[in-house]
């Protein structure tokens, strides 16, 4: 089936579902949600080292601050900051950074919004032991996946972006 239908059909189908929800009703159209839930594979990492920083940052504004603390100025600006920096290191840290790998497209998190990736649009992804990194065609940018900084499974990524670029006829460099 064209991509266009599949989308229309899974529309059509949530809301048929939602319809037999308030009809107390079960729904009748569950597998074909799940075997298109089933078609991307998600691999998450964790971001260690950024937080790391900002705690460290937060700290030392501590510690600048209670020395500054027997002057008196600035007390409250000064906790502000260094709560935001530990909240801001916390948000950082338990919001996991991840590749999906779906049929056709590759998708990331990338500012705080995620992008996406048509294979079409993959030049080429070149592998070593310790990162993944997916290349645009005609840009110079590139995504990179790397197993020390942000702990992806590098070993399985690989498997199954050599899948992908198969399947989408994409350039895979292993080195």
């Known amino acids: 089936m064209a991509r266009s239908w599949e ?9 048929i579902n939602k319809q037999r929800k308030k009809q107390g009703k079960e729904s009748i159209y569950a597998s074909t949600s799940s075997a298109a839930a ?3 594979d998600v691999f998450k990492g964790r971001n260690i080292v950024f937080p790391a920083v900002l705690m460290l940052l937060g700290i030392m504004f501590w510690v600048v601050g209670s020395i500054d603390e027997a002057r008196g100025s600035g007390i409250l600006a000064n906790w502000l900051g260094v709560v935001l920096y530990f909240l801001l290191a916390a948000l950082l840290f338990f919001r996991r950074p991840y590749l999906k790998v779906e049929r056709a497209r590759l ?5 705080n919004r995620e992008r996406l990736l048509p294979a079409a649009d993959i030049e ?3 592998v070593t032991r310790g990162t993944v990194s997916i290349k645009y ?23 199954r972006l050599e899948q992908f670029a198969k399947q989408n006829h994409v350039e895979i460099v292993n080195e």
Request: hydrophobic residues 30%; aromatic residues 10%; glycine residues 2%.
């Open 7 to 15: 989308r229309m059909v899974q529309r059509n189908t949530q809301q």
């Open 38 to 40: 089933k078609s991307s």
């Open 107 to 111: 998708s990331t998190i990338k500012y």
């Open 124 to 126: 080429k992804i070149t």
């Open 137 to 159: 065609k005609g840009k110079r940018t590139q995504w990179v996946f790397s197993r020390l900084i942000n702990r992806y499974d590098i070993k399985a990524m690989t498997e």
